[in-house]
């Protein structure tokens, strides 16, 4: 009899320090996941950015200045006759046409929405949000599904339906910082983050801070804009052009009643 | 006749693998799919074809399961023909959703390894289609083995199939108990998953301006139609007629459904959603939407009227035709109209014109789930069981139930936590499962439940004073 309780007291404690074990592995994993996702955040001198365009409609010359210079920069393949024709070209920055009663035409690059419903619907996590708030993809993980397109409000998604070819299909044109895209993925707008993460790994090397002006003209639309209308920076840090600017009178969001609440803040023209 | 039939589904179905290898090799170029916002549509035939494939047959799956619950003689033949049918029908839906895929083959490496149960796709593609699927083999699998059974014993594969089954009453009251909660616990799954698809389909998750409200309802009602019009065609007169008078009510609603959607729509504050419905109503869609609505008016009628002449096989499937027709409009309508005519920025409207390419695919997987069923009825016969009444429950295993309780808990837990690690539950929102390949542990959850109704009528019974082995006779009463 004490034999069988020795039995039961050994095979409960066995049972219990198992049970232990698993959830500290649980409790373990999902640290390690917090942590993980947290890291970038912290690397960013312990605050996180929230990067943001402001586009002034008042002084957009609507040249396709950035459309073409986000093409270049992106290694975004130019649509052939026959693509182009059947409506299939990929353009990470457009020209949303002109409605009326609302906006002139008006340069539209993907919104970056803090509420992303992009990310949603994503099946395998192809889409993301970075701590940053830019709204990426991971392109060797999209399936192909295209959720993503149907569920952005704002038709800034592209997808690749053939293989990219580029004029005499010469690699040597291509920026090396970006990768080309494979047919059967779904494509967008990164911010130029690669121009992001150059910048901040210079000025951690330099052990300065990262300035304003040094953020305000990064991604490539903003560099190229010769009237310079489209800005670019940090929406929470109060001192930055950018953020003085969203907190213009005259600043309105594409389809606010989406509750998507975009990063791209356009200036509205006559007011 | 049917060698023919046979004939001309089998050339369909090589023609359609001949066009599916087409898009394989020069992308998804090849198809009428386009930029959305520049003219197009980025879901076309093949998403309507899962739409409706789908519905249908969960739509008759979930019919089937209640009139199995109910166990009643008058309507056993639809009992038995609607599993064969589900399984062809969602076959046919998986197909449609691997032929949409940008990216097929990693699909099948991703999904396991990072599948978000957050996303539509996990409740359309993982629980609709493939957990539905999985349940629904078993289901008829079990149901079959009488039949099996029968067949002649030197066949080995029959033998096997059948795993031993014996005409014992105990084999009965227990065949008879598993079909009866199988049924019962599949009917939330199945009924689940059409909603879910309602869902997806008709609200569209992250648009400003929905369709309205009645899309969801519609899309379920009009896939009970669908449902309801295949298993007219499949089954035989005395329970057609009981088939046919659903039909007939579930098509009614829907042309009501269908008419007070369009007059909410055009009335909605919402340009964009105003804009879809005059595209239905006198824009480039309006001879599909007259099409439709003209349609499910006609097989309203027609049902009614079939029902009450002692339903006609005739008139029966032409009824069923034209219900099938009218849905598969309705799904194309409510799919693609939106994505060229209902967006909420001024992009232009646009087109989308099914390629010979994707018409060849989508009739290649029709013509693959026609010969599915056409194969599964012939060598699977899922009626009904019926044990005599006046047989007492046979003597308990303790085995058995020990094995059934441990897959159900097991299984159950399994499932829990896959899908708690997939959703990322105990971490930030929106990122990686905390564990990769935790949708796996999901679906061996899933699929370890659905091994309970398995093990509970594939244990045989230990040799019982009371029974028999042939005929179920209790011993004491011979």
Same mark, same amino acid.
């Given at each position: 009899?004490?034999?069988?309780?020795?039995?039961?007291?050994?095979?409960?404690?066995?049972?219990?320090?198992?049970?232990?074990?698993?959830?500290?592995?649980?409790?373990?994993?999902?640290?390690?996941?917090?942590?993980?996702?947290?890291?970038?955040?912290?690397?960013?001198?312990?605050?996180?950015?929230?990067?943001?365009?402001?586009?002034?409609?008042?002084?957009?010359?609507?040249?396709?200045?950035?459309?073409?210079?986000?093409?270049?920069?992106?290694?975004?393949?130019?649509?052939?006759?026959?693509?182009?024709?059947?409506?299939?070209?990929?353009?990470?920055?457009?020209?949303?046409?002109?409605?009326?009663?609302?906006?002139?035409?008006?340069?539209?690059?993907?919104?970056?929405?803090?509420?992303?419903?992009?990310?949603?619907?994503? %099946?395998?996590?192809?889409?993301?949000?970075?701590?940053?708030?830019?709204?990426?993809?991971?392109?060797?993980?999209?399936?192909?599904?295209?959720?993503?397109?149907?569920?952005? %409000?704002?038709?800034?998604?592209?997808?690749?339906?053939?293989?990219?070819?580029?004029?005499?299909?010469?690699?040597?044109?291509?920026?090396?910082?970006?990768?080309?895209?494979?047919?059967?993925?779904?494509?967008?707008?990164?911010?130029?983050?690669?121009?992001?993460?150059?910048?901040?790994?210079?000025?951690?090397?330099?052990?300065?801070?990262?300035?304003?002006?040094?953020?305000?003209?990064?991604?490539?639309?903003?560099?190229?804009? %010769?009237?310079?209308?489209?800005?670019?920076?940090?929406?929470?840090?109060?001192?930055?052009?950018?953020?003085?600017?969203?907190?213009?009178?005259?600043?309105?969001?594409?389809?606010?009643?989406?509750?998507?609440? %975009?990063?791209?803040?356009?200036?509205?023209?006559?007011? | 006749?049917?060698?023919?039939?046979?004939?001309?589904?089998?050339?369909?179905?090589?023609?359609?693998?001949?066009?599916?290898?087409?898009?394989?090799?020069?992308?998804?170029?090849?198809?009428?799919?386009?930029?959305?916002?520049?003219?197009?549509?980025?879901?076309?035939?093949?998403?309507?074809?899962?739409?409706?494939?789908?519905?249908?047959?969960?739509?008759?799956?979930?019919?089937?399961?209640?009139?199995?619950?109910?166990?009643?003689?008058?309507?056993?033949?639809?009992?038995?023909?609607?599993?064969?049918?589900?399984?062809?029908?969602?076959?046919?839906?998986?197909?449609?959703?691997?032929?949409?895929?940008?990216?097929?083959?990693?699909?099948?490496?991703?999904?396991?390894?990072?599948?978000?149960?957050?996303?539509?796709?996990?409740?359309?593609?993982?629980?609709?289609?493939?957990?539905?699927?999985?349940?629904?083999?078993?289901?008829?699998?079990?149901?079959?083995?009488?039949?099996?059974? !029968?067949?002649?014993?030197?066949?080995?594969?029959?033998?096997?199939?059948?795993?031993?089954?014996?005409?014992?009453?105990?084999?009965?009251?227990?065949?008879?108990?598993?079909?009866?909660?199988?049924?019962?616990?599949?009917?939330?799954?199945?009924?689940?998953?059409?909603?879910?698809?309602?869902?997806?389909?008709?609200?569209?998750?992250?648009?400003?301006?929905?369709?309205?409200?009645? !899309?969801?309802?519609?899309?379920?009602?009009?896939?009970?139609?669908?449902?309801?019009?295949?298993?007219?065609?499949?089954?035989?007169?005395?329970?057609?007629?009981?088939?046919?008078?659903?039909?007939?009510?579930?098509?009614?609603?829907?042309?009501?459904?269908?008419?007070?959607?369009?007059?909410?729509?055009?009335?909605?504050?919402?340009?964009?959603?105003?804009?879809?419905?005059?595209?239905?109503?006198?824009?480039?869609?309006?001879?599909?939407?007259?099409?439709?609505?003209?349609?499910?008016?006609?097989?309203?009628?027609?049902?009614?009227?079939?029902?009450?002449?002692?339903?006609?096989?005739?008139?029966?499937?032409?009824?069923?035709?034209?219900?099938?027709?009218?849905?598969?409009?309705?799904?194309?309508?409510?799919?693609?109209?939106?994505?060229?005519?209902?967006?909420?920025?001024?992009?232009?409207?646009?087109?989308?014109?099914?390629?010979?390419?994707?018409?060849?695919?989508?009739?290649?997987?029709?013509?693959?789930?026609?010969?599915?069923?056409?194969?599964?009825?012939?060598?699977?016969?899922?009626?009904?069981?019926?044990?005599?009444?006046?047989?007492?429950?046979?003597?308990?295993?303790?085995?058995?139930?020990?094995?059934?309780?441990?897959?159900?808990?097991?299984?159950?837990? &399994?499932?829990?936590?896959?899908?708690?690690?997939?959703?990322?539950?105990?971490?930030?929102?929106?990122?990686?499962?905390?564990?990769?390949?935790?949708?796996?542990?999901?679906?061996?959850?899933?699929?370890?439940?659905?091994?309970?109704?398995?093990?509970?009528?594939?244990?045989?019974?230990?040799?019982?004073?009371?029974?028999?082995?042939?005929?179920?006779?209790? &011993?004491?009463?011979?």
């Amino acid at each position: 009899m004490k034999r069988d309780d020795d039995a039961r007291d050994s095979r409960r404690k066995l049972l219990a320090g198992l049970a232990a074990s698993a959830a500290g592995a649980m409790v373990g994993y999902s640290g390690a996941a917090v942590a993980k996702s947290a890291e970038p955040a912290a690397a960013s001198k312990g605050r996180s950015r929230k990067w943001g365009l402001v586009i002034d409609l008042d002084r957009c010359a609507r040249c396709g200045g950035c459309v073409v210079a986000c093409q270049q920069e992106n290694n975004v393949a130019p649509a052939g006759p026959e693509a182009a024709a059947r409506t299939r070209p990929i353009h990470w920055m457009d020209f949303l046409p002109p409605a009326p009663g609302s906006f002139a035409a008006t340069p539209i690059p993907c919104m970056h929405c803090e509420d992303p419903p992009c990310v949603k619907v994503c %099946p395998v996590g192809a889409t993301y949000q970075s701590p940053d708030g830019i709204t990426a993809q991971i392109w060797e993980r999209c399936i192909g599904c295209r959720y993503c397109m149907i569920a952005c %409000p704002y038709a800034r998604r592209y997808f690749n339906w053939s293989d990219p070819h580029w004029p005499g299909d010469d690699p040597s044109s291509l920026n090396p910082d970006v990768a080309p895209r494979p047919r059967g993925v779904v494509e967008k707008c990164t911010l130029c983050h690669h121009r992001i993460r150059a910048a901040s790994e210079r000025a951690r090397v330099d052990e300065e801070p990262l300035t304003d002006e040094a953020l305000r003209r990064l991604p490539a639309c903003a560099q190229s804009c %010769p009237t310079q209308a489209i800005t670019f920076g940090d929406l929470d840090d109060p001192t930055s052009e950018v953020a003085h600017l969203a907190a213009s009178p005259r600043a309105v969001r594409l389809l606010p009643e989406a509750g998507t609440r %975009p990063k791209v803040i356009y200036l509205r023209e006559g007011k | 006749m049917k060698r023919a039939a046979i004939v001309v589904l089998t050339a369909l179905v090589t023609i359609g693998a001949y066009a599916w290898v087409q898009q394989v090799v020069h992308g998804e170029a090849v198809a009428d799919l386009r930029t959305i916002g520049a003219g197009g549509a980025v879901w076309g035939l093949y998403v309507v074809g899962d739409g409706f494939f789908a519905s249908a047959a969960l739509a008759g799956l979930a019919l089937a399961c209640v009139l199995r619950v109910r166990r009643s003689r008058e309507t056993e033949s639809a009992a038995r023909m609607a599993l064969p049918l589900g399984v062809a029908g969602l076959v046919a839906s998986l197909g449609c959703v691997l032929a949409d895929l940008g990216r097929p083959m990693a699909a099948m490496v991703n999904l396991p390894l990072f599948g978000r149960p957050r996303s539509p796709f996990f409740g359309t593609f993982t629980l609709v289609a493939g957990a539905s699927l999985l349940a629904t083999v078993v289901h008829l699998g079990l149901a079959s083995r009488p039949q099996w059974a !029968e067949r002649p014993q030197t066949a080995w594969l029959w033998r096997s199939l059948a795993c031993g089954w014996k005409e014992t009453a105990s084999a009965r009251w227990r065949r008879e108990r598993v079909d009866f909660w199988l049924s019962l616990a599949l009917l939330p799954l199945f009924l689940g998953g059409i909603v879910i698809l309602g869902i997806v389909f008709g609200v569209r998750a992250g648009r400003p301006g929905w369709q309205g409200g009645f !899309e969801v309802v519609t899309f379920v009602v009009s896939g009970g139609a669908a449902g309801c019009s295949l298993l007219a065609l499949a089954t035989r007169a005395p329970t057609r007629a009981n088939v046919l008078r659903l039909l007939g009510v579930l098509t009614s609603l829907t042309v009501l459904l269908v008419v007070a959607g369009e007059i909410l729509a055009l009335r909605t504050p919402y340009s964009s959603v105003q804009r879809y419905a005059r595209a239905l109503l006198d824009g480039p869609y309006r001879n599909l939407y007259w099409a439709e609505l003209v349609l499910f008016f006609l097989a309203a009628i027609m049902s009614l009227v079939t029902w009450r002449k002692t339903a006609s096989g005739i008139w029966s499937a032409i009824t069923a035709l034209l219900v099938c027709a009218a849905v598969f409009i309705e799904r194309f309508l409510v799919l693609v109209a939106w994505q060229t005519h209902g967006l909420g920025l001024s992009w232009p409207a646009g087109t989308y014109h099914p390629t010979l390419i994707e018409w060849s695919v989508f009739a290649g997987l029709a013509a693959a789930a026609a010969l599915v069923f056409r194969l599964l009825v012939k060598i699977c016969a899922a009626g009904t069981a019926t044990s005599d009444p006046t047989d007492p429950p046979p003597a308990g295993r303790r085995l058995r139930s020990l094995t059934t309780a441990a897959c159900l808990i097991l299984g159950f837990a &399994a499932a829990s936590v896959g899908l708690a690690l997939s959703a990322g539950l105990a971490s930030a929102p929106l990122l990686d499962p905390i564990l990769p390949g935790s949708p796996l542990v999901f679906l061996a959850g899933l699929f370890l439940m659905l091994l309970a109704p398995v093990a509970c009528e594939l244990i045989p019974d230990r040799d019982s004073p009371l029974y028999e082995s042939s005929g179920g006779v209790p &011993a004491t009463t011979k």
